[in-house]
């Protein structure tokens, strides 16, 4: 008699009085397979007082089912549309311990508003089976009703819409089980800073000790920003997946640069390309590493530019420089030998032709080499003009005196 008494209490529906607010409390079981979520639907039981309704699922101890199957403390607020009133959300907070063992995994699969086509005002949520009981408290009363196979149905239908949602076999992949899902867009609007410990995943399951960003399926944009293992570098990716094209954009520092040395580079053999206002500006091949600034074809130049340079200063290493034709050995061409190539060839000897340098490239330290080595060249020549001036003016002079 105790017992049956005892049972009675836990499964009746009581009511506390909490500064002001009523709180629901009570249980419910889902049976079925240990390895299926159920739908369990649960009541807007404050949609008439415009306020959302907030719901706590709660199984703290690991052996509330007589054995060893984790925990959970999950809070849901919602608010149904009931006939596409609108304003409608539900956000969750659930906090799960996924114990070891048969079935042993996350406790909710997912979670439905059901009221865009009636008055039920009511959501769904799945529960995971196999005889796992859950204790609950509301602002209001919830009614919660399983659909387990069982109970009921394993099939919940929406009045008046002639649609179904029968059981899942695994969480769907808006379902953190570890921490907040809400239903709309975040937007944070501070003078100070907002901190984050731990992972961040958006749009995805998978935020691996890390800020882990997937636009979606059909049109991926992925980034991660992750913490290696001890004893490395901090290290960052950002992945591009576009029409097919798979590329891998990667910042860090390694092992054998400075912790404060931050790199940016693709994997495998893809261009690092960077932009502005929708169009390329500077390319990086990933093959050979040449650099194209305004084309996208470095070519063999580890530096190509398509258009004007503008620079203060410019510092060319030098290999070679044109003294020798100071040193006593250097033979000084004629100027009539000079005289003779300039009107066969049409330019200076060692210069290169106008055929061999418009439209070409031309070497600019070797230019400066042969340009300077004329200037030296022509500099003996003057030298040596006015060494036979003086003669001449001093031989002049010894005539005019004698």
Same mark, same amino acid.
């Given at each position: 008699?105790?017992?049956?008494?005892?049972?009675?209490?836990?499964?009746?529906?009581?009511?506390?009085?909490?500064?002001?607010?009523?709180?629901?409390?009570?249980?419910?079981?889902?049976?079925?397979?240990?390895?299926?979520?159920?739908?369990?639907?649960?009541?807007?039981?404050?949609?008439?007082?415009?306020?959302?309704?907030?719901?706590?699922?709660?199984?703290?101890?690991?052996?509330?089912?007589?054995?060893?199957?984790?925990?959970?403390?999950?809070?849901?607020?919602?608010?149904?549309?009931?006939?596409?009133?609108?304003?409608?959300?539900?956000?969750?907070?659930?906090?799960?311990?996924?114990?070891?063992?048969?079935?042993?995994?996350?406790?909710?699969?997912?979670?439905?508003?059901?009221?865009?086509?009636?008055?039920?005002?009511?959501?769904?949520?799945?529960?995971?089976?196999?005889?796992?009981?859950?204790?609950?408290?509301?602002?209001?009363?919830?009614?919660?009703?399983?659909?387990?196979?069982?109970?009921?149905?394993?099939?919940?239908?929406?009045?008046?819409?002639?649609?179904?949602?029968?059981?899942?076999?695994?969480?769907?992949?808006?379902?953190?089980?570890?921490?907040?899902?809400?239903?709309?867009?975040?937007?944070?609007?501070?003078? =100070? *800073?907002? #901190?984050? @410990?731990? /992972? !961040?995943?958006?749009?995805?399951?998978?935020? +691996?000790?890390?800020? &882990?960003?997937?636009?979606?399926?059909?049109?991926?944009?992925?980034?991660?920003?992750?913490?290696?293992?001890?004893?490395?570098?901090?290290?960052?990716?950002?992945?591009?997946?576009?029409?097919?094209?798979?590329?891998?954009?990667?910042?860090?520092?390694?092992?054998?640069?400075?912790?404060?040395?931050?790199?940016?580079?693709?994997?495998?053999?893809?261009?690092?390309?960077?932009?502005?206002?929708?169009?390329?500006?500077?390319?990086?091949?990933?093959?050979?590493?040449?650099?194209?600034?305004?084309?996208?074809?470095?070519?063999?130049?580890?530096?190509?530019?398509?258009?004007?340079?503008?620079?203060?200063?410019?510092?060319?290493?030098?290999?070679?420089?044109?003294?020798?034709?100071? =040193? *006593?050995? #250097?033979? @000084?061409? /004629? !100027?009539?030998?000079?005289?003779?190539?300039? +009107?066969?060839?049409? &330019?200076?000897?060692?210069?290169?032709?106008?055929?061999?340098?418009?439209?070409?490239?031309?070497?600019?330290?070797?230019?400066?080499?042969?340009?300077?080595?004329?200037?030296?060249?022509?500099?003996?020549?003057?030298?040596?003009?006015?060494?036979?001036?003086?003669?001449?003016?001093?031989?002049?002079?010894?005539?005019?005196?004698?």
């Amino acid at each position: 008699m105790r017992k049956c008494f005892f049972l009675f209490l836990i499964s009746f529906f009581f009511y506390k009085e909490s500064k002001g607010q009523v709180v629901v409390t009570g249980s419910l079981t889902v049976n079925g397979d240990i390895n299926t979520f159920y739908p369990v639907t649960f009541q807007d039981g404050m949609w008439g007082n415009d306020r959302p309704t907030e719901l706590t699922l709660g199984r703290s101890s690991v052996h509330i089912n007589s054995h060893w199957r984790g925990s959970l403390i999950a809070n849901f607020k919602y608010h149904t549309t009931l006939w596409g009133n609108g304003s409608e959300f539900i956000d969750a907070d659930i906090k799960s311990y996924p114990s070891a063992g048969s079935g042993a995994y996350q406790f909710i699969a997912g979670w439905q508003d059901v009221t865009w086509c009636n008055g039920d005002s009511k959501i769904i949520i799945w529960l995971k089976g196999g005889g796992t009981t859950y204790l609950y408290s509301a602002n209001c009363t919830v009614s919660p009703v399983v659909y387990d196979g069982v109970s009921n149905s394993s099939t919940y239908s929406v009045t008046n819409c002639g649609t179904q949602f029968g059981p899942k076999i695994a969480p769907e992949a808006y379902v953190n089980n570890s921490g907040k899902t809400f239903s709309g867009p975040a937007y944070f609007n501070s003078a =100070k *800073p907002s #901190y984050m @410990l731990g /992972s !961040l995943g958006i749009g995805t399951t998978t935020p +691996q000790n890390a800020i &882990h960003i997937l636009k979606n399926s059909a049109d991926p944009v992925e980034a991660t920003i992750q913490q290696a293992g001890s004893g490395t570098w901090a290290r960052a990716s950002l992945g591009l997946n576009t029409s097919g094209v798979v590329g891998a954009i990667t910042t860090w520092a390694p092992s054998s640069v400075r912790a404060n040395t931050m790199w940016l580079q693709t994997v495998n053999a893809n261009d690092l390309i960077l932009g502005t206002n929708d169009q390329e500006r500077i390319r990086v091949s990933g093959i050979s590493g040449n650099v194209a600034i305004g084309t996208a074809n470095p070519g063999s130049y580890k530096l190509a530019v398509e258009g004007t340079i503008g620079a203060r200063k410019i510092k060319v290493t030098q290999t070679s420089w044109a003294d020798d034709v100071f =040193k *006593p050995n #250097y033979t @000084l061409p /004629s !100027l009539t030998s000079t005289k003779a190539f300039i +009107q066969k060839n049409g &330019h200076l000897p060692g210069i290169p032709a106008e055929k061999c340098v418009v439209g070409k490239d031309i070497d600019i330290a070797d230019m400066q080499v042969k340009l300077l080595r004329k200037i030296e060249e022509l500099t003996l020549y003057i030298i040596k003009q006015e060494d036979e001036i003086r003669k001449l003016k001093r031989s002049f002079l010894k005539r005019r005196n004698k």
